[in-house]
């Protein structure tokens, strides 16, 4: 079944660059779809998508994407040697990884989407990722519902949720043509759920509050613990999170900043730094002796495990001044999971900043250079009052052979401080080089 959703993917991404000077036939292979980001360069920088569509609507539309990923790693690891790491670490290529989109205009100002996952470092079959229904209009008669809807949007399915603006430059299986770095941030928020969201845009000046069901899965079960283990108060509690972000031209100069905050003081399982379900751009780094790509997929990656109980907080700031671009993230989250909760210990806070620094060549700035620093600090492993720290410096950049292809490369240098004598994270270094193919539509 993978093998027959990759080789229809790939004739249809074959047959789009083959036709890339025949608009006609791009039109019917591509159309344009309302409210909706590229998944090419022309996406990179958008957030979420504003009110000022220019996209007349002529009927129902289906629109099929695809983003394709091959990466080569040449890294090594250490540790303080108190417990052993994989032994096989070497040069080598990576699973290629490929995602298929759909995006449906099913009425004026409304679209359906759906992401799956065709292979992935995880789920090596193909897998939905989610889907949700866009409002951007109502079919509703009346001066009210146009007036709102010239603001507002929204956005109901099992969907990723809108916390944070990293998440919008993230890798995400085989689309990663819109993260100028190899891999995400260490503690990586993303998450899938089933909610709503409700938005009001104007001027540059976003609102957004959400609700969802806390869980990447659905489910009908009262959570429950070891047997003999007292559940009281153990129940599923809905997440609840906002955003707000202003986002101006100003000259030259594009400025935006963003708030979001997210809030569950009962979950099941939150899954909010755990949500990934396709796996990191690093193979096999500070891994145990015995791991498997398939089953350690979050390799480079830290999860604090607040799956109980998170007060998450993101901050974000993006600087564009012609070919510059600053990208800075503050992050806060506070929590414990049940095992915690059940012995009473305290929440544990982490806090996290990130910088990203890229510098784009030329009038089409197809050609790109960047650094990134990326730190992760406080009481990172449950029920251990002392604080840990890991610290990544990635240096590297790209080329946009078209707007479509694109090939980046990176030297990274990752240190885990002050982590227990038992723990293989213990003094703790990964570094190397890693290179990635890239194809999105």
């Not at 979420?48 to 009927?59: A, F, L, M, R, S």
Request: aromatic content about 12%; overall charge positive; some cysteine.
């Amino acid at each position: 079944m993978k093998r027959l959703s990759l080789a229809i993917a790939l004739i249809g991404c074959f047959t789009l660059v083959r036709a890339q000077d025949d608009k006609s036939i791009i039109s019917k292979l591509h159309p344009e779809v309302q409210f909706t980001r590229p998944g090419d360069k022309t996406g990179l920088n958008m957030f979420e998508t504003g009110k000022e569509e220019i996209i007349p609507y002529d009927g129902l539309k289906v629109r099929f994407g695809a983003g394709f990923s091959q990466q080569f790693q040449s890294l090594t690891h250490s540790n303080s040697g108190a417990v052993a790491l994989y032994p096989r670490l070497a040069p080598g290529f990576g699973i290629a990884q490929a995602n298929l989109t759909m995006d449906v205009q099913l009425y004026d100002g409304i679209k359906l989407n759906l992401t799956s996952y065709l292979a992935a470092r995880h789920h090596n079959e193909t897998w939905v990722k989610g889907g949700y229904i866009q409002f951007d209009k109502l079919p509703f008669k009346g001066a009210g519902w146009d007036k709102l809807m010239q603001y507002a949007t929204i956005k109901v399915g099992h969907m990723e949720i809108n916390y944070g603006d990293q998440h919008f430059r993230r890798s995400d299986g085989g689309n990663t043509i819109h993260n100028p770095f190899m891999e995400n941030y260490i503690m990586d928020a993303f998450a899938t759920e089933i909610g709503g969201e409700f938005y009001l845009q104007k001027d540059g000046v976003m609102g957004m509050v959400g609700v969802s069901n806390g869980l990447i899965n659905g489910t009908q079960q009262s959570p429950v613990l070891a047997v003999g283990t007292d559940t009281t108060g153990y129940h599923r509690n809905p997440s609840f999170y906002a955003k707000g972000a202003i986002d101006k031209q100003l000259g030259d100069i594009r400025v935006r900043g963003a708030a979001s905050v997210y809030y569950n003081n009962s979950a099941g399982r939150s899954t909010l730094y755990a949500g990934d379900r396709t796996g990191s751009n690093y193979f096999f780094v500070m891994e145990g002796a015995t791991a498997t790509s398939k089953d350690n997929f979050t390799s480079g990656r830290f999860d604090p495990a607040l799956t109980n109980q998170i007060l998450a907080f993101q901050l974000n700031g993006f600087i564009k001044a012609k070919g510059l671009e600053l990208f800075g993230t503050y992050e806060n989250a506070r929590g414990r999971n049940i095992n915690e909760k059940v012995a009473n210990f305290d929440k544990r806070s982490v806090n996290q900043l990130a910088a990203d620094i890229v510098y784009r060549i030329g009038a089409k700035e197809k050609v790109f250079i960047g650094a990134r620093y990326n730190t992760l600090r406080g009481q990172l492993l449950a029920s251990n009052k002392d604080k840990q720290s890991i610290d990544r410096i990635a240096v590297g950049g790209g080329w946009f052979l078209t707007n479509n292809i694109l090939m980046k490369g990176e030297y990274v240098d990752q240190k885990y401080n002050d982590f227990p004598a038992a723990n293989r994270m213990a003094d703790g270094r990964f570094k190397g080089f890693v290179m990635q193919a890239v194809v999105g539509f």
